[in-house]
């Protein structure tokens, strides 16, 4: 079979599945309001982020220019691993080059022949690819948020380490998962936990310092998080936090980190000035929580951990129809369907930026209000 024959019966297969993906590309200046996108704080295009970005650029060049054990370490990244270490309240930092890199370099350099894995049903594609990629005897995923379900597998296990997979904030349900129980359970079976804080960072939490530091749970050694600059912090990049230690076993073993080119300049930048204004402004943080709650409450939603609003449709058709009649509203929003939903449930993903303002939210409540959904 040929190259393109092979490609026409694969784009066949998606469209009868209805999973063909299209790239939208938007205008610099959309008339929609994102509540698609994951730009809680409206940092995105905060003039002094973007200021940032381009004097770094400036100073430090367009890119790091080498992967970070060779020359590509430079004291921007330095100082940004020290004041995402000190936000978070974690004793290190590493940056990656994505929030998706993060993650494959923590799971397969914290796992071993010898280990067993046990991820959430609902972590993000990052954490299942690194299930993929770690070479862990045994990897089970459990149901999502179901504690008695990771007492039983870490209680009963064979091998001699375990990692356990969560999400602090989880990124489509926008629930928190029971991070405490999780921990305690952790501590108990001799277990690392491992938490994505991708949609918790400068939103939840203290002041948006994340779910890990609002648990207590910084300052444990078997605790290591990983997070996203291109959320919150409307930049690019990752992190994974915890001990010094770890921070020292990444660096030495972690793949996508070590062969991979630095975070650029102007990312890390970037970053760096979105982190000072969420740091001097815990305001933002404050908006788009209290917006969340209020949304989710008008819509007889479960209470939002973060800005993530997860409305439940009866039907994909339902769920397709609600985000265009969204869209001529002027509002985007993420539209989730089977397969690329682990419990098959279609739902709308909204976000409660805190940039919006409340006539709109009114707006999106009073047009959600008024479709069926399987709530
Ligand atoms: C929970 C979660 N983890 C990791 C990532 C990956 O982060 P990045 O976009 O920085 O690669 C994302 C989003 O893309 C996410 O939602």
Not at 107 to 123: F, K, P
Not at 225 to 241: D, E, I, R, V
Request: with cysteine.
């Amino acid at each position: 079979m040929t190259l393109d024959d092979w490609l026409a019966a694969r784009r066949v297969d998606r469209a009868q599945a209805g999973l063909t993906r299209q790239l939208h590309p938007q205008p610099a200046r959309s008339p929609l309001i994102d509540l698609a996108g994951n730009d809680y704080l409206g940092l995105r295009t905060d003039p002094r982020v973007t200021a940032a970005a381009a004097d770094a650029a400036r100073i430090w060049g367009a890119g790091a220019g080498a992967s970070r054990l060779v020359t590509g370490t430079l004291e921007l990244h330095s100082q940004l691993e020290a004041e995402l270490a000190r936000f978070t309240g974690r004793e290190s930092a590493l940056l990656f080059s994505t929030g998706y890199a993060a993650n494959l370099g923590v799971v397969t350099a914290l796992t071993d022949r010898d280990t067993l894995i046990v991820s959430d049903a609902h972590v993000h594609a990052s954490l299942v690819d690194a299930c993929r990629l770690a070479r862990a005897t045994r990897i089970v995923v459990a149901g999502h948020n179901d504690v008695a379900e990771v007492t039983r597998v870490l209680s009963t296990r064979t091998q001699a380490r375990a990692v356990v997979l969560v999400e602090s904030v989880y990124s489509v349900l926008g629930d928190a998962a029971p991070l405490p129980e999780l921990a305690r359970i952790c501590g108990a079976f001799d277990a690392v936990l491992v938490v994505d804080e991708a949609h918790a960072l400068g939103v939840a939490g203290r002041g948006g310092r994340g779910l890990v530091e609002a648990a207590g749970l910084s300052h444990r050694r078997d605790v290591v998080s990983t997070l996203t600059l291109s959320k919150s912090l409307g930049s690019q990049g990752g992190a994974a936090l915890g001990s010094g230690a770890v921070i020292e076993h990444l660096l030495n073993t972690a793949r996508s980190f070590i062969y991979d080119t630095g975070l650029a300049p102007a990312a890390t930048g970037a970053a760096l000035e979105s982190l000072r204004i969420v740091t001097a402004e815990p305001e933002r943080p404050r908006r788009a929580l209290d917006l969340a709650a209020a949304m989710s409450s008008s819509l007889t939603l479960p209470p939002a951990a973060g800005s993530v609003l997860s409305v439940p449709m009866r039907s994909p058709a339902d769920a397709l129809r609600s985000q265009a009649e969204l869209a001529d509203e002027g509002f985007l929003v993420g539209c989730f369907r089977p397969p690329s939903v682990p419990d098959g449930i279609s739902r709308l993903r909204l976000t409660a930026p805190a940039g919006l303002s409340d006539e709109q939210a009114a707006r999106v409540v009073r047009q959600l209000a008024a479709v069926p959904t399987g709530r």
